[in-house]
Nanobody, 116 residues
Framework: QLQASGGRLVQVGDSLRLSCAAS????????MAWFRQAPGKERELVVG???????YYDDSVKGRFTISRDNVKNTVYLQMNSLKPEDTGVYYC????????????WGQGTQVTVSS
């Protein structure tokens, strides 16, 4: 189970931190990611961190977003800085075992709205 939290309405240029608490899976050997679904668009991968700490960032968020994980708290974080209106969407936390190709655990989503 993945429980995402932290989304809210913010202004352009603000910062926000999302959290995703995991349970019922072996967190330390799981790859974790945040997906975003903007209004009227398909869900897309934004950032990811694999079980060994390697990170992936979509070009649209490089230099502004930072993903991190705490294997003691079984939690993954997404620090979002310099937020833009195009960052608006529902952010979903996802997980998969390190040998799996697709994400098979999903959180319920948390809404981030960036207002100009």
């Amino acid at each position: 189970q993945l429980q995402a939290s932290g989304g809210r309405l913010v202004q352009v240029g603000d910062s926000l931190r999302l959290s995703c608490a995991a349970s019922g899976l072996t967190f330390s050997t799981s790859d974790m990611a945040w997906f975003r679904q903007a209004p009227g668009k398909e869900r897309e991968l934004v950032v990811g961190i694999n079980w060994s700490g390697n990170k992936y960032y979509d070009d649209s968020v490089k230099g502004r977003f930072t993903i991190s994980r705490d294997n003691v708290k079984n939690t993954v974080y997404l620090q979002m800085n310099s937020l833009k209106p195009e960052d608006t969407g529902v952010y979903y936390c996802a997980a998969k075992g390190k040998y799996f190709r697709t994400y098979n655990y999903w959180g319920q989503g948390t809404q981030v709205t960036v207002s100009s």
